[in-house]
């Protein structure tokens, strides 16, 4: 048989594969359940407007996503790069100055808002010290175990680690690894100036990368299923054969792409993939609640995103107005498991506005309306230790791709698209 791929799941990581092994020309078919591309990353239709399932924020860092969206939209980005900077309005501000590093990161440091100069002492010492151990530590362990052995003061640990912890990895700094994280901070904020920027879609999620890379998929001769869902790969003698509403079809390769809880149910019956029916038994979930806001026309922020102050249920605010240009839309959101998660959507809207009065804008006229979109397992718990599977399985032929899988990243964009292109490297060769 020739090579021919098939790929379950058309998320950041499934379409990524697909781009990449189309570009060096091996024909693919994509199997997407949902009704549009995008999976956890998608839009979502709301009357006239076009939400997205999560107000999404990526880094300069994720090059690899970065490489594929402009590859797609050759014209110009559909993001907006700007300087780190995490501002609670009069209390606190820290942002990146257009400098080679590291002295974007240093001067950031000198000319942050909110902080002692101890505290700042802390920092400078505490970024040279992870350069020191090249970013590597002896043992994993919580990321707030190891902020307190390193003498981040609680100041820092609620202003500034703990909001990028929840950023970074959705998880809470007292069970989140501090492998991870030191990951992120090592490529983000420790690397190159550019690396440290946040980007920030211009345009709702699935025009970014998803439906793009399906529209030019589908004129490369690549075939896309969408609204159909896969119930069964088998392993037949000669590759495999995938079971859908649209009957059996047989291929070379596989590419599962799908988030761990559905790839634990898709796994070809064999005992060289218990391994990885191990390791998705032990991953754990956080949730991530998006509460989009509307307020009349003409309401918006200074910058189109601001930090919450500690202690509240939200964590960022993003003024869609400045974006994707919906006027006095706001998204507020709310990371990792909380009591939150006990509220009615009513309840969860009405505190976030709540909050957005008490921290930015006191005069704030109440919302039009809102929609709370709560994903219940937006992302696998980055906790440490955790044994991921890797991208290429006992099972020749059939590979894994997914924010879960090994690599160095907590789920993130970027990390569903380095899986994606893993899995397409690896079935070139
Ligand atoms: C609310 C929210 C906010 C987030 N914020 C950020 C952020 O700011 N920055 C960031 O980098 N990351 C963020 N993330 C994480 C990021 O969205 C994920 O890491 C990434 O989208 C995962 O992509 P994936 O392709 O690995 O998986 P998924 O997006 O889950 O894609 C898997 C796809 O497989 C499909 N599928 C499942 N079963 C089948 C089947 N049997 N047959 C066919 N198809 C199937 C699903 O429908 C889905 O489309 C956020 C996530 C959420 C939920």
Redesign the pocket.
Known sequence: MGRNVAI???????MAAAVSLTRQGVPVTL????RQL????RSVPLNDLTLD??Q???LGAYRKTLELIDFLHPQQPPYLRLPLMLEVPDRFRLEAARLPAPWHLLAAILRAEGISWRDRISLVGFFSRLKRQRFKLKQDEPLLDFLQRHEQSRHLRQWLWEPLCLAALNTPPGIASAQLFINVLRDSLLGAAADSDMVLPLRPLGELFPVPAGRWLSQQGGTLHTG???NRIRQETSGFSIHSPLGVQAFSHVIC???PQ?TAT?LPDTPLLDDVRHMLDRFDFQP?Y?VYLQYAHGTHLRRPLYALPPGRMAQWLFDRGQLTGEEGLFAAVVSAHGSHVELTHDEIASRADEEIRSALMPALPAPLWYQVIA?KR??FAAVPHLERPAQNTRLQDFYLA??YTAGDYP??????VRSGLQCAASVMR
Do not use: K, Y
């Open positions: 379950i799941g058309g998320g950041f990581a499934g199997f997407e359940a949902g995008g999976g956890r990353a399932n999560g999404h924020i990526l159909c869902r896969v792409a799908t988030a559905h898709l991530i998006t994903e937006a992302t997914g924010d789920a993130t964009l970027e990390g569903a």
